[in-house]
């Protein structure tokens, strides 16, 4: 499968190759949503804006995972039913060290307050997906981070834990989105599997927007492993 990924410097885009697990996309069972409720929201750093957070029945892990509605999204599904620009999306794992507590062992405390600002001014959704440590949760991860403390990188330490490098299916972020009717989206990811997922499961990436880059000495090590060991789309200083 070949999607576009638009260059963070430049805004140019260009097209490249993801992997594909299926010849025909397998559209995931259909969701519906239980509850929307509007939720002012406040960053650390003072950035404000407002969310529709909604909750689903039926999604396929039964995880409580939810969506946020950011910016104009009703007017974003409209334009994309008219055919024009789709919404702007980042399914964003659950990270509690990072989110939370601020840690710069990763990037995805300052992945999810760019993506909070870039989807209220495009209009879009952003997912908060309870995907703790890429699928192996909060306790298994400080114990990869230990690992990783003693020499080993991040796909490394899980697989010494007897789990897999990335245990994230995205079944429930495509039952989410096709219940909102966004069937066609523009990716705020770095992750190529995110994109190839969400196409085998029928939704349409449009294109692939990658996030900026949230470098920091304690995660250097880190983002340098996701650009050479899983492709992520990251513009990291002489990494290719």
Request: proline letters at 5%.
């Amino acid at each position: 499968m070949t999607v576009s990924l638009r260059c963070p410097s430049s805004g140019a885009e260009h097209r490249v190759e993801t992997r594909v697990r299926h010849d025909e996309p397998s559209p995931a069972p259909e969701a519906e949503i239980r509850a929307q409720v509007t939720v002012p929201m406040t960053f650390a750093d003072g950035y404000s804006t407002t969310a529709s957070v909604m909750t689903f029945h039926g999604l396929a892990d039964g995880a409580e995972h939810l969506l946020l509605g950011l910016g104009d999204w009703q007017g974003a599904l409209a334009r994309a039913a008219d055919g024009g620009e789709a919404p702007l999306v980042r399914p964003h794992s659950e990270c509690l060290t990072g989110d939370v507590l601020g840690s710069e062992r990763c990037d995805c405390g300052p992945q999810l307050r760019e993506a909070a600002e870039r989807i209220t001014e495009a209009g879009g959704f952003l997912l908060y997906l309870r995907q703790e440590g890429r699928g192996i949760g909060l306790y298994a991860k400080l114990d990869a981070y230990a690992l990783q403390d003693s020499g080993l990188d991040t796909y490394e330490a899980n697989l010494a834990l007897g789990r897999g490098e990335d245990e994230r299916d995205y079944t429930a972020v495509a039952q989410m989105l096709s219940a909102v009717g966004a069937d066609r989206i523009r990716l705020l990811s770095n992750n190529p599997d995110k994109a190839a997922q969400l196409e085998d499961l029928g939704i349409d990436v449009e294109v692939q927007v990658p996030t900026g880059v949230h470098l920091t000495e304690a995660n250097a090590r880190y983002l340098e492993t996701k650009v050479q060991h899983t492709g992520h789309l990251l513009a990291l200083p002489g990494v290719a």
